[in-house]
């Protein structure tokens, strides 16, 4: 392959990154277009990129200048333009959560199998150069044995509207805590046994009532099965900042990656300033670039596509797994789902 042709579909919030990458130059590939069934959206976008904005997606998937397909939509989607992508044989990364259900998400594995085709999902943290020194370290034995992981994710604003809908979305849990639910098994290299959720919609008590099961504040203990433990937390609206951070205490030391507020500190007439990190798109540019980048080159078979379907699964499993507890009121054993 030459270069890889890219169509991204779903250009809202997300799917403006993945395309403004490709638009400006990643090596190796170029954008061809972007699909989205909403007019608007689609035509400014292809306005902004010079590109093709394609109307319906079975057309666009078909063309053949598109050779890989970046699935930015609705998380209610993913499952169906995925499977649809694989079958025309097309290369698919696909944003997280990987799918709605864990029957939608064996789909899509099946469909991976029978393409053949390169899978990636878009857990971007792990193009982080933060995070990634965090797992080269642990995985150096820096830290000894991972022996307890804290993860928080805090969104400064509420994800779009579609996503408070836990059963088409998997609520707070799949929308904001999917980073987290990778980051654990990644930096500890080992699978969830158990999930024991507790959960409050403290801010907008409002959306709860029109969404049964609305969360807005998040904790989850973990037991992973090479004894470790884990504590995820989540919450949005936050409003102070965009956070994102993990610590990783091992026999031998800890490690800590992320932070709320970036750039030089200002100290002046008693006061001590840093900014606060605006949003994830903002702290996780370089992140994005660098998973585009590495999606490109597994298209073009030069890099391992990964994380892949399995990581995507994983992790699907363990937000499931943390929906049914919090919606039982009791710990859920993750294998039980399967
Ligand atoms: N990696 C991350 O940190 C990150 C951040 C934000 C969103 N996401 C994920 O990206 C996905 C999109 O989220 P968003 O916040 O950008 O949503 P959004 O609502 O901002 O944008 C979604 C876009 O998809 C379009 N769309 C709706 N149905 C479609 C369909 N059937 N086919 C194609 N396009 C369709 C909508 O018109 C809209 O333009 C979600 O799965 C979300 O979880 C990931």
Request: hydrophobic share 45%; with cysteine; proline share 5%.
């Amino acid at each position: 392959m030459s270069e890889v042709g890219v169509l991204v579909v779903g250009v809202g919030r997300a799917g403006m990154v993945h395309a403004r990458n490709f638009a400006a130059g990643v090596p190796g590939a170029h954008l061809v277009g972007v699909s989205d069934p909403n007019e608007e959206a689609r035509q400014r976008a292809a306005d902004e990129l010079g590109c093709v904005a394609f109307a319906d997606f079975e057309t666009a998937v078909l063309d053949e200048r598109v050779d890989a397909v970046v699935i930015a939509s609705p998380t209610f989607t993913h499952a169906s333009l995925a499977i649809r992508a694989l079958e025309a044989r097309k290369s698919v990364l696909s944003e997280k959560p990987l799918a709605s259900s864990l029957e939608e998400a064996a789909a899509i594995a099946a469909a991976v199998n029978n393409s053949g085709a390169v899978f990636m999902i878009g857990f971007m943290r792990r193009f982080d150069l933060g995070f990634r020194r965090a797992a080269q370290l642990i995985e150096a034995g820096d830290i000894g044995e991972p022996l307890l992981v804290r993860s928080t994710t805090r969104g400064p604003g509420l994800p779009p509207s579609w996503a408070w809908d836990v059963e088409r979305s998997g609520g707070l849990v799949a929308e904001v805590n999917s980073h987290d639910l990778d980051t654990v098994r990644w930096m500890t290299g080992q699978e969830y046994l158990t999930v024991t959720a507790v959960g409050r919609a403290a801010k907008r008590p409002d959306l709860a009532e029109q969404h049964p099961g609305f969360v807005d504040t998040l904790v989850v203990q973990c037991e992973l099965d090479g004894g470790a433990l884990a504590h995820i937390d989540g919450a949005c609206p936050a409003t102070y900042a965009y956070d994102a951070r993990v610590e990783v205490y091992g026999s031998e030391g800890v490690v800590f990656a992320g932070s709320p507020v970036e750039g030089p500190l200002l100290v002046r007439k008693g006061q001590a300033h840093r900014d606060p990190v605006p949003g994830w798109a903002h702290l996780f540019a370089a992140a994005y670039r660098n998973e585009d980048a590495h999606f490109a080159a597994a298209c073009r078979g030069e890099a391992v596509p990964i994380p892949g379907i399995t990581d995507g699964i994983r992790a699907l499993e363990a937000a499931v797994a943390i929906n049914r507890s919090l919606r039982e009121g009791r710990t859920v054993v993750v294998k039980e789902l399967r």
